[in-house]
């Protein structure tokens, strides 16, 4: 079983920056995808970011965010993070870190994910 938890969410004004955290514990493979997905008040549950273990580190980003949100990960300490600048109130929303331990793409299909996390709250302010 593997456990996500998230951390490093809270409340910053429109131009600021966040970093989420996520560490994975339990078993790890080494070859599964880390995603990160976020739902807006109102709204459903929509890929931000994903990132592979492998070598290579291949990342992938949703176009609303591209060019503002950087996802690594430290394999050492089974982490990924989501680093967050020039939010937007639109940003504003619950961010959800994910598993996938068959490592399969597209890294934005929600339905590949094994294990979640229970979601951090990021709210910017205008």
């Known amino acids: 079983q593997v456990q996500v938890v998230e951390s490093g969410g809270g409340l910053v004004q429109a131009g600021g920056s966040l970093r989420l955290s996520c560490a994975a514990s339990?078993?790890?493979?080494?070859?599964?995808?880390m995603g990160w997905f976020r739902q807006p008040p109102g709204k459903v549950r929509e890929f931000v970011a994903g990132?592979?273990?492998?070598?290579?580190?291949?990342?992938y980003y949703a176009d609303s965010v591209k060019g503002r949100f950087t996802i690594s990960r430290d394999n050492a300490k089974n982490t990924v993070y989501l680093q967050m600048n020039s939010l937007k109130p639109e940003d504003t929303a619950v961010y959800y870190c994910?598993?996938?331990?068959?490592?399969?793409?597209?890294?934005?299909?929600?339905?590949?994910?094994?294990?979640w996390g229970q979601g951090t709250q990021v709210t910017v302010s205008s």
């Open positions: 994910a598993a996938d331990r068959y490592g399969r793409l597209p890294a934005f299909n929600m339905g590949n994910y094994d294990y």
């Open positions: 339990g078993r790890t493979f080494s070859s599964y995808v």
């Open positions: 990132i592979t273990w492998s070598a290579g580190d291949n990342t």
